[in-house]
């Protein structure tokens, strides 16, 4: 959220998914006091399941895809590897608005199909996960090292060095 300066108190995020990668985000997501937390999932009875093991930290619910409703939410992350393959979940258009921000815990070399459909549907700021790759590799050498480095050099490296690809 920092190399993002993105505010996540007090706002609606949507997690769409319900594996192992969002199980990861969730305690730090729930930490920062978000207004509201939904994780959907083609399986509804996983995403109530997930939200169950969390609902000590923060108030959030698991819904199926269908289910999502309520406007446009402020965050989107997509946290299953479905845009990786260039398959979009079936999340309803209007889960996203103009001031939505999405972002795709997947990554590549080019916007993942994620992205490019955010887009499409008006979001102004849809971005892939290359900022998690970095932070993970950065606590990872924390671990090891017992210093954590400064991650937005490294990210804006990244980044443009896939412009330039």
Do not use: H
Request: charged share 15%; with cysteine; proline share 5%.
């Amino acid at each position: 959220c920092d190399n993002l300066s993105l505010v996540i108190t007090g706002r609606r995020i949507l997690v769409i998914g319900a594996g192992g990668a969002t199980r990861g985000v969730l305690g730090p997501l729930l930490g920062l006091a978000p207004a509201e937390l939904v994780i959907a999932n083609r399986t509804p009875e996983r995403a109530a399941t997930l939200a169950a093991a969390f609902e000590d930290l923060g108030e959030l619910r698991g819904v199926g895809f269908e289910e999502v409703s309520g406007g446009a939410f402020d965050i989107v992350i997509n946290a299953t590897s479905a845009s990786l393959s260039g398959e979009i979940p079936p999340i309803a258009p209007g889960a996203i608005g103009p001031q939505t921000v999405c972002y795709d815990l997947a990554y590549g070399k080019s916007a993942t199909a994620f992205v490019e459909w955010a887009q499409r549907q008006g979001c102004a700021r849809a971005l892939q996960g290359l900022g998690m790759l970095v932070e993970q590799a950065a606590e990872a050498f924390r671990l090891w090292r017992g210093v954590r480095p400064a991650t937005a050099p490294v990210l804006a490296a990244l980044r443009q060095r896939a412009a330039s690809a």
